[in-house]
């Protein structure tokens, strides 16, 4: 099942975050793919569902958001610079040298809070953050974003039996299934299925959803904690590249490094029609 | 000594809230007080050394000091990505408390036995790498640790280690001590061998070389200073290090001396580029690489005067 393919149209605002990604890749390069597939679960998070100050990041009281999959940097940075973290003409020096924004989620950008980029991190630092919150009797949750790709790690597994072990209903563990790694398809690099019964079986209570779908996704957490007791975990249904219709399913797209002013006008001419 | 590590993180603990105690999968009751007194800040994580790495990080990002103790080769074999990524590059204060340092666990064989950890922790920016020499001064590293801002790698010995530190000394992260002195040779070295050292310069002593003893508890930072003023006057620099001779004591003593133009020949006492291929005892290991202390001092005499060594020897 692919939750994605139901094919809820992209509105005004999701296409305007795409177009940040877009900016961000004046540098020739980027995760594309990746980043597109996240876009309406950052948005959602951080227009409906965080308790974040952007002009105070450091702020103790707020929700963590990690971003595991760090390479899909571009997706965060264009949500975080359109809620005013750091100005949005940051984006148009992504990669570059001096640049605040590199290729890979850096904690020293103002709303990153952790820096990622080799995959398996985050969880194991969303653990210990939620464990943190605890002990600091604080009611701030921690959502932290892997990858499909990523649940390859044995890290994330260590990390959901630490979860479970501490009853961390204060953490969610969200997986943006877009069902392409680097290489390919998840079901002949490294099959996943059944993803939502193997986080079940480690003691996470489990949604699946339409990850473009910011109506569900709103709706999805705002049933957060899905069970007194438990982690939770989020299977995001979704679709590489999507809203650009030549990238959408395509594992070329994971990582483009050929970017021209060419393909810059393909990729914003794609994202109107799409 | 690992006793004293984890009885000074309970005093620690009982002091200041913020200080954290985590286990992989130790031994039965090992801190029970820690937990009976204090259960919401002790941890007990099972076999997962990378995931407690990457909890550890996310703790201390709150402001907690957690101390993690497992296994060292568990540490910086297993966990490396995780200390270099979740503590090191976010330069948090996560203590690595690293049980058997060195030949510690020769019986338990070449899986256990941690010879390369300090050239891997000292490799990492922001890591600073402690190996004390006997109980009371592992003490003084983990009280010193509390208000360390860094990442902190801390080498255990096997335990029951002749005291040779003393508090008069003094303690201070980063300060070499010199634990004796002489003008014929320098021997600079580090955790248990700075003991073995002692004994070996007694030996040279009453073969007429008088040797310095420069202990060196903080690998990372290192002394520069004290290293290089003891060094520029010697014959001969001598590191001694439970530990492989690629990327230890001896190379970042080497690394000193080359940066400043020190040029006095150095004699590196380290284990060879090799897995130890044997079992035992950590004893009986330092011994078939040359490392107890009448080895130290019959090299040395080799090294000073190829006649004084055969002397010696015969």
Known sequence: MNLAETGVPLDSRSKHLRSLVIDGLSAGRGHVGSSLSLIEIIRVLYDDVLNVRPAEPEWPDRDRFILSKGHGC????????????????????????????????????????????????????????????RLRKRESRVFVVMGDGEVNEGSVWEAALHASKHMLDNLIAIVDYNKLQSYGRIEDVLPLEPLADKWRAFGFAVREVDGHDVNALGETFAALPFEKGKPNAVIAHTLKGRGISFAELDATWHHKSTVDAVMIERLRAALEQG | MRQSALNAVYDLAKRDPRVLFIGSDLGAGVLEKFKAEMPDRYFMEGVSEAAIIGMSAGLAMDGFIPYFNTIATFITRRGFEQVAVDLCLHDLPVRLLASGGGAVYAPLGPTHMALEDIAAMRSLPNMTVFAPVDAPEMTRVIEATLSWPHPAYIRFAKGGDPVVSSPESGFAIGRAI????????????????????????????????????????????LDVESICTAAAPSSLVVTIEEHSRIGGLGSAVADALADAGIVTPQLRLAFPDEFVNTYGSQDSVLQSVGLQPPQIAQRILRALSPRQGEVAIS
């Open chain 2, 178 to 221: 010199v634990m004796r002195k002489g003008a014929d040779a320098l021997m600079i070295s580090t955790g248990v061998m700075t003991s073995r050292a002692l004994i070996a310069a007694e030996t040279l002593g009453a073969s007429g070389v008088q040797a310095s003893v420069l202990h060196v508890h903080t690998i990372k930072p």
């Open chain 1, 74 to 133: 571009l997706g965060l940075y264009a949500v975080l610079a359109d809620h005013g973290f750091f100005p949005v003409a940051e984006l148009k020096t992504f990669c570059k040298p001096g640049a605040l924004l590199g290729g890979h989620a850096d904690a020293h950008i103002p709303g990153v809070e952790a820096s990622t980029g080799a995959l398996g991190h985050g969880l194991p630092i969303g653990v210990g953050a939620a464990l943190a919150a």
